[in-house]
């Protein structure tokens, strides 16, 4: 086990940071555009976002890199960038951050499909390569490989940040199936954990894909294959759009209300994904304080 994560481990839950994205839409990002610009041309608005989840009470915190390889920055004209995004959404987190959290860097997947000869396998470990080792350089704590489907692609991206000598947190969405327990290419919870294990994660978990209410499933069958504790970001709930703008109709403290009965079923980092902010990262640090758990 990395040593930055024993004491980690050695607690009962570690508190987590929220999502970016509807955020930094609400400092103005227009919807399905890409924020990771904002590392170079709006540095204030991206720390804000980061600090916002430290006066919360996350213990780690994520970076504004999810789409910083050079996949998705090719869309953009930004490719080039690669390494300076990763490095500055690293030093913005981490000076929000200061002493009173870690920051592990935040890695998304390519937008390429592998199983559609759009890249090859060497390809996409380079780009996630890059992309790691510009996020060490930024002085990252770890790195989380995040909403992945494609557990090929999610090995790769976790093989490439394992390099950096970091510890590393592998998660897919699962929001498939009948049960909502596949991922997109249909994979289970089981075959996801152990192609993330093989790959070197340090951490498995789940992000995304769906409200809290459905990753109890999902964490316990994590924690069945991993014996480690579990890495979960849920959303909240399910969206709608009001006046242009994303909305979500779950209170922060229902959505605190599953964290309990999630740290039964083996989750050991909790936070959360599309939708939630730090009022709902408030209220489950609450929560936890009432149970007499954090």
């Not at 699962?174 to 919870?189: I, N, P, Q």
């Not at 769906?210 to 970001?233: D, T």
Request: charged share 25%.
């Amino acid at each position: 086990m990395h040593p930055k994560l024993e004491s980690l481990l050695a607690k009962k839950v570690v508190l987590t940071d929220g999502a970016w994205g509807t955020e930094f839409q609400k400092k103005g990002l227009p919807i399905g555009a890409s924020p990771d610009i904002w590392n170079l041309t709006d540095p204030q608005k991206v720390e804000e976002v980061a600090r916002s989840y430290v006066e919360a009470g996350s213990e780690i915190i994520l970076t504004n890199t999810f789409g910083g390889n050079g996949f998705i920055l090719r869309k953009s004209g930004q490719e080039e960038k690669v390494h300076e995004l990763n490095r500055e959404g690293v030093r913005l987190s981490k000076k929000a951050a200061g002493e009173e959290a870690l920051v592990f860097a935040s890695m998304g997947p390519s937008g390429i499909m592998l199983m559609m000869g759009e890249v090859t396998p060497d390809e996409l470990y380079a780009a996630f390569e890059a992309q790691a080792i510009a996020m060490a350089e930024g002085g990252a704590d770890g790195i989380v490989v995040e909403t992945m489907c494609d557990p090929e692609e999610a090995a790769l991206a976790v093989r490439a940040a394992k390099t950096t000598g970091l510890p590393v947190v592998g998660c897919m969405v699962f929001d498939s199936g009948k049960d909502l327990d596949r991922t997109m290419m249909g994979t289970t919870v089981e075959e996801a954990a152990e192609a993330l294990l093989n790959a070197g994660a340090d951490i498995v978990g789940s992000n995304c894909g769906k409200g809290i209410e459905g990753f109890l499933n999902v964490c316990q069958r994590l924690h069945a294959v991993s014996g480690q504790k579990v890495w979960i970001k849920a959303n909240r709930g399910l969206p709608e759009v009001v006046h242009g703008m994303t909305r979500y109709a779950q209170t922060p403290e229902m959505f605190a209300s599953f964290v309990p009965a999630l740290l039964d079923a083996g989750a050991g980092f909790i936070g959360g994904c599309c939708g939630t902010s730090p009022e709902v990262i408030a209220a489950v640090k609450k929560r936890l304080q009432e149970e007499r758990i954090l």
